[in-house]
């Protein structure tokens, strides 16, 4: 057999700090040289990644400017249907880290040269942009673009006329103000008409904080009395001339109330029968206990991941409780998952936060539960879709040079792309029998991480491995030296390869082929929004992926059964 080293002529091998004759390589940002996705891979990388946290080599600022500038490409090239829809399949099926990308990328196309593009998009925004502050962000992002048209004031109007009174009220309560824009500044601007009594009693508040007459509230002292509320006696409390809570305005109503009421029971009570969201609920009460157990009855799924460490700060949250109980119940229903759209990243970024037991901001502590611990875990594996296993032999290869250990995840600071690329390679590895997890930089080395273990204990061992340069030719030449043979090399990278003075990536698959006679793929899992890849667009038997997108082990898994 032949062995590495003897594998035949040097002329087709090229460092990788020179392009490989004859292709269309381009110089990446570590000033090697990498292939260069095309404008939709970009844009979907740039929807499901983002730019906020930038790279190590590139700022956030200037990482949005290029894919700014794919965008004003596709637009110009006549491809602006194909963007909008695109942004509207990540949005709606949750595979991105963050909505904001969506919305950006929507607001530019209200710019479009073609009408047929700006009518679209306007026409999606209620799938998009479908929170109050999704509005706002998109609002703000617009504003780079353009002023305020005729049909953009009327797509605005019509995002507050589409929804009922009820679920309007929820979300201007919920969401007031965020960047540099309230709910009022938007309403003033965009007019929208109605006949309908209790929409413009709405509107009339939101714009000039003045309702419908309240009435005035009595309330009567809490008892002890178990009144189906778990022993708090909170349904002992009764208000006087209140509203039902079907009542359209019921929410804004209860709003309103629970900045007069002068107990923890009270704003209970209110929160309870009228499902006030934490917003709602005056920040004096958000450190009761009881508030809390309120709030969690209805309390969003992501919502709730983000409250967790408050809520076991002030005691809700404990070994063995109710509300412990139905929090874990809660993260471990794949269907609840679904319906919240709530990214695995998130869960793995909220796991990450709870188990270290304090703040990163600020100089709150708690001690986490081992329960809600273990949940998240498994919350993280079943965001993504269910994927069967291919039993092909896999090496997992983790990139942890300094790059991956500088470069943060969108809207996610505290955790870095090493860390979720060995997040994201122990979904497939879940789902797989025979794989190696091996992590490079310079150097090619095991590491002991298995979807057995925990994800937080995973990321610390991640965490830990020191930094070097970025050799992703590594996985292959190993492979080669080892006489390991593998049917596939999936790895997870930001593609700023440049540290072999002999080969490109694409160059030691290729040799790995030919010395043992196998197809082997390679999968690259892009995971930065750049404009870089190791793999060969030409070459069939290669593939590139992004990162942190919920379908991505699926994905791998059909190029892997060889499924078109």
Known sequence: MKTYDNLGPRSSRTPQSEPIPGSEQRENNASGFSFVVDDMTRLLRFLILGSQGGTYYVKARELTKQNLDVVERLLAAKRGQEIVESIVAVSEQGRAVSNDPALFALACCTVADDLAVRRAALAMLPRVARTGTHLLHFVRYTKQFRGWGRAYKRSIAEWYQSKSVAKLAYQVVKYQQRDGYAQRDLLRLAHPKTDDVDRNALYKWIVDDIGPEFPVIHTSEPNNADTGTRGNGLDSLEIQNAPTPEHPLALLWAFESAKRMETDEEVARLVKRYRLPREAVPTTRLNASLVWEALLEDMPLEA????????????????????TQAVVERLRSQE??????????????????YQNGK?????????????????????????FKNVEPTNKRLVLALDVSGSMGMSSINALPSLTAREGSAAMALVTAAAERDYSIMAFGH???PVDISPRQRLDDVIQRISG???????????????????VKADAFIIYTDSETWANPLMHPVQALREYRKMFG???????????????????????????VVGFDTNTPQVIAEFLRGAE
């Open 304 to 323: 709730m991941t983000r409250n967790l460490a408050t809520m076991t700060r002030v005691g809700l949250l404990k070994p063995m409780s109710a509300a």
């Open 336 to 353: 609840a998952i679904r319906k919240a759209r709530l990214h695995p990243i998130k869960l793995l970024a909220a796991l990450k936060t």
């Open 359 to 383: 703040s990163e901001r600020g100089t709150n502590t708690w001690t986490p539960v081992p329960a809600i611990i273990d949940a998240l875990n498994d919350a993280f594996y079943l965001a």
């Open 443 to 445: 150097e090619f080395v």
């Open 465 to 483: 491995l020191p930094f070097g340069a970025t050799d992703c030719a590594l996985p292959m030449t190993w492979a080669m030296k080892q006489h």
């Open 518 to 544: 196998i197809p082997a793929k390679l999968i690259v899992v892009s995971m930065v929004g750049t404009e870089f890849s190791i793999a060969d667009p030409d070459d069939g038997g290669m593939l590139d």
